[in-house]
C-alpha cells in the first residue's frame, strides 16, 4: 500500500509562502503521477498541480498558475510544492496522491483518476 506524510502546512499572511512535502512511500510500480489537491470547508476537493514519475512533467491548475511549483528531489521519495503570493482563498486542507500506474507524458488533476491519498496538511491565509 502507498503511503503519504504531508508536512509544511500552517498559518501564514497574505502574500507569503509556503512549501508542501510529501513523503510517499510502499511503491511497488515504477510509472505513476503525483498530484496536489486541496479542499475548503464547504466545497469539493481540486486539483492543484501533478508531476510524473518519469519525466517530471507537470501540469499547475489556472488558480495557482504563476504562484504555486510542483518538483521533487533527485531520490524521487518526496514531492514539494512551493506556494508563493498566498490569498486567502488559498486556505483549505492540501492532499497529495497517486495515481498508479500512469504512463502519459503529462499528468492530470482530476482527482477521480487518483487511487491513494494522503492524510492533509492545513494552510491557513490570514492576517
Do not use: H
Amino acid at each position: 500500500q502507498v503511503t503519504f506524510v504531508e508536512s509544511g502546512g500552517g498559518l501564514v499572511q497574505p502574500g507569503g509562502s509556503l512549501r508542501l512535502s510529501c513523503v510517499v512511500s510502499g511503491f511497488t510500480e515504477d510509472y505513476y503521477a503525483i498530484g496536489w489537491f486541496r479542499q475548503a470547508p464547504g466545497k469539493e476537493r481540486e486539483g492543484v498541480s501533478c508531476i510524473t514519475s518519469e519525466t517530471t512533467m507537470t501540469r499547475v491548475a489556472d488558480s495557482v498558475q504563476g504562484r504555486f511549483t510542483i518538483s521533487r528531489d533527485n531520490a524521487k521519495n518526496i514531492v514539494y510544492l512551493q506556494m508563493n503570493s498566498l490569498r486567502p482563498e488559498d486556505t483549505a486542507v492540501y492532499y497529495c496522491a497517486a495515481e498508479i500506474p500512469f504512463y502519459g507524458a503529462v499528468c492530470y488533476i482530476d482527482p477521480e483518476r487518483y487511487d491513494d491519498w494522503g492524510q492533509g496538511t492545513q494552510v491557513t491565509v490570514s492576517s
